[in-house]
């Protein structure tokens, strides 16, 4: 028997079209159906390439000495909890942070960056027969936004090496990413791109936006809405990276994006992903791939190389340094911070993803390859009990031995969150009925 479909609003078919969608596996028991959403936001931290998570997040100290991290385990906040001397800063905040260090892909086929990318932004696995949307596409469609005057879903630059595999599955062209844009973030003259005056629009229409933001700001000061005031703190702030909150946040790109996160959260935006490939500079010779694919020289203390002549690791620099876990750190640490400040932290689930992990050995290179079964992400906010570690792996960081899940699980966690129903079927062009489930649970302490 065909299950009940509820009918859209004429608003809701106009603006969105048609439901997010997962192939169809039959309905799953939601997990704790009646549980209140925890999150009005939901703020990705994508590290794209492959974080190694023996050199941050989950130290090994016991590892063989030649596949050994030489960074060491430090101390954090909450007793008993370390991460590795990369993660000082952000050591600080442990305790708002739950690290899941039991990730892993269930079978293969998401091994290499492109794959590994798309089945972090949209928990289904690359291989599914449908179309997959993006996690950030399915909330703007189901949920909207309160910033009615900003997209629902950003990606901050979204210039990330896999990009492109960014998607909207079966739902339409107005679910799609908003890509902000820009190879540096920190320079002064750093524009949004698309909602820069164009030099065929006339005066007299600028003048008429100008009159509208006016209007909708003052409608604003009666009490009307968050929409309007987030249009206006978006100009205000979110372009303006010059500003004291980029001390906090660390110099260069990746503070900078991360600050403008923060600030579009803010402003309203539903579901924001962050993405950092520090730009090719003068002052990083060689550094023209920053992103975390250390296949060669991952303890380098500069340029990793810049021939094609070993294992396709050029143009990156070595995990210790700034453009790498150093910006990372403080940047991460900040925005924490920075949210749990503002009072945000409380509505918005922060996710620090990446597409898989690093081998436990390290190769004749003296880099690590990609591996898929054992790697880590962590969480805040929204509901999240902090200073927690979920799941275990071995003593080389390179098997899951205690409470594995997926990205799917991962995907389950953010859907819940949201309060989005993972019970009820959505539906494609064609009419069929789909599920949202991504046929996996909410990672349990999370909720």
Not at 52 to 78: C, F, G, L
Not at 127 to 138: E, H, I, T, Y
Not at 242 to 263: D, E, I, N, Q, W
């Amino acid at each position: 028997m065909r299950p009940t479909r509820l009918l859209p609003s004429r608003r809701q078919f106009l603006g969105t079209g048609l439901a997010g969608l997962v192939p169809f596996a039959g309905l799953r028991p939601t997990f704790a159906a009646d549980r209140r959403a925890a999150a009005k936001s939901v703020l990705v931290i994508l590290e794209q390439g492959g974080l190694s998570q023996m050199d941050t997040w989950d130290p090994k100290p016991e590892a063989v000495s030649e596949h050994r991290s030489p960074y060491k385990p430090i101390a954090t906040k909450v007793p008993g909890l370390r991460f590795t001397e990369l993660l000082t800063e952000t050591a600080r905040v442990a305790d708002k942070l739950a690290v899941v260090r039991s990730m892993h892909h269930p079978k293969a086929g998401a091994s290499g960056h492109p794959d590994g990318t798309q089945y972090m932004l949209s928990g289904a696995h690359p291989g599914s027969a449908v179309p997959m949307p993006d996690l950030g596409a399915v909330a703007s469609h189901v949920l909207g936004s309160d910033a009615h005057f900003l997209p629902p879903y950003i990606m901050v630059p979204g210039n990330h090496e896999q990009a492109a595999v960014t998607s909207t599955g079966f739902l339409p062209a107005s679910t799609k990413a908003f890509k902000t844009g820009g190879a540096d973030l920190s320079a002064p003259n750093w524009k949004v791109g698309a909602l820069e005056r164009r030099a065929e629009t006339p005066s007299e229409r600028l003048a008429a936006r100008q009159q509208l933001l006016a209007g909708m700001n003052a409608h604003s000061s009666t009490g009307s809405g968050r929409q309007f005031g987030g249009m206006e703190r978006f100009y205000d702030q979110a372009f303006d990276t010059l500003t004291s909150p980029k001390v906090a946040y660390g110099k260069g790109h990746r503070g900078a994006c991360y600050l403008v996160g923060r600030k579009l959260i803010e402003a309203g935006v539903r579901f924001v992903t962050v993405d950092v490939r520090w730009p090719h500079t003068q002052e990083y010779p060689g550094g023209f791939n920053l992103n975390w694919d250390h296949h060669d020289f991952i303890y380098a203390n500069g340029s990793c190389g810049t021939i094609r002549d070993k294992a396709g690791g050029e143009g990156r620099y070595g995990i210790g340094t700034w453009v790498m876990m150093g910006s990372t750190d403080r940047a991460f640490a900040a925005l924490i911070e920075d949210l749990d400040q503002r009072g945000l932290l409380a509505e918005t689930l922060v996710c620090f993803v990446t597409e898989f992990g690093r081998t436990p050995k390290l190769n004749k290179f003296q880099g690590r390859d990609h591996w898929t079964n054992a790697y880590s992400i962590a969480f805040a906010g929204a509901g999240v009990r902090g200073g927690q570690v979920i799941g275990t792996t071995d003593k080389d960081g390179g098997l899951v031995t205690n409470d594995p899940y997926t990205p799917e699980a991962y995907a389950a966690t953010v859907f819940e969150k949201l309060g989005i129903d993972r019970s009820k079927p959505l539906y494609t062009a064609s009419d069929r009925p789909v599920f949202i489930g991504h046929d996996a649970d909410p990672i349990a302490p999370l909720m």
